[in-house]
C-alpha cells in the first residue's frame, strides 16, 4: 500500500486513540539516524516476496497449534519470533517496534532474518537502547509520512504491517497463523487497548484482496 492509500486510515487512527502526529514523525527521524546495519533495499523485499507464497505469524495464543501450517516465505510479528526461533525456525523478516524479547530479534536478525523496526510516538526509548544493536540487514518504517531511510507500506500493529509488506512486495497467498483477533495474549498491557489495537488491524487487512489474504477462522 503507499501512503496516499494509507493517509486516510492513519488520520483515523491518530483520532481514534488520540496520538501524536509530531511524535511519529520525530520517532521516525530518530531511528533514521539510528539504524547502522545493513540497509534493506525494496528490490531485495522484492526478490524475496514477490510471486511467492507468505505465512505471517502473529503472537496470538494459538501461535502454537498453528506453526505447523507455515509455508513459503516466514514472516514474524516481534513477539512471535522467540517461539519460532524455539522451535527450530527463523523468520526471513521480523517486524518489531521493539516491545518483544529484544536479544531474540537480535539472535533471529545474525541468523539472517532482515529486521524491520517501526517508530511511532510511544517508542522513541526502545529506539534510543535497542536500534543500534541490529547489525544484519535492517529497515526502518513508519505510520506517518515516509522519508529517506524510513518507509510505510501500509498497517499498524507489527502483525498486520506483516501483512502489507507481503501484499505490497507481491505475495500471491498471505496464510496467517497465531491470529487471534478476539483473545489477545495477557502479557501485561492493556487489554482493552490490545483488543482495540487488533479490532483495527482485522479492519485494515480486509481493506486487501480477499483471494489473497488467507484468514483464520474465528475463535468460538
Not at 539516524?33 to 495464543?61: C, F, K, M, Q, Y
Not at 501461535?63 to 514474524?76: H, M, N, P, Q, Y
Not at 529517506?148 to 501500509?154: A, L, M
Amino acid at each position: 500500500m503507499l501512503y496516499e492509500e494509507w493517509e486516510e486510515y492513519y488520520h483515523q487512527i491518530l483520532e481514534d486513540f488520540g496520538f501524536d502526529q509530531q511524535k511519529d514523525e520525530l520517532s521516525a527521524r530518530l531511528l533514521s539516524g539510528r539504524l547502522v546495519g545493513e540497509e534493506t533495499t525494496h528490490e531485495e523485499l522484492a526478490d524475496l516476496i514477490n510471486g511467492r507464497v507468505v505465512t505471517v505469524a502473529g503472537d496470538g495464543p494459538n501461535l502454537e497449534e498453528e506453526t505447523d501450517k507455515a509455508k513459503g516465505v516466514l514472516i514474524s510479528a516481534d513477539e512471535a519470533t522467540s517461539f519460532l526461533l524455539e522451535k527450530g525456525l527463523v523468520p526471513d523478516v521480523v517486524m518489531t517496534d521493539l516491545d518483544g524479547k529484544v536479544e531474540d530479534l537480535v539472535k533471529a536478525n545474525e541468523r539472517g532474518a532482515i529486521v524491520i523496526i517501526h517508530a511511532h510516538g510511544d517508542n522513541m526509548d526502545e529506539i534510543r537502547k535497542y536500534a543500534e544493536c541490529f547489525k544484519g540487514k535492517v529497515m526502518g518504517t513508519t505510520q506517518s509520512l515516509p522519508s529517506g531511510k524510513i518507509h510505510n507500506f501500509g498497517g499498524f500493529t507489527d502483525g498486520d504491517r506483516g501483512i502489507f509488506l507481503a501484499d505490497h512486495f507481491g505475495a500471491t497467498e498471505i496464510n496467517l497463523i497465531g491470529f487471534d483477533f478476539d483473545n489477545p495474549r495477557d502479557k501485561g498491557k492493556n487489554v482493552e487497548i490490545k483488543k482495540k489495537k487488533l479490532n483495527w488491524a482485522y479492519v485494515l487487512i480486509n481493506k486487501l484482496p480477499s483471494e489473497k489474504v488467507i484468514l483464520p477462522e474465528p475463535s468460538s
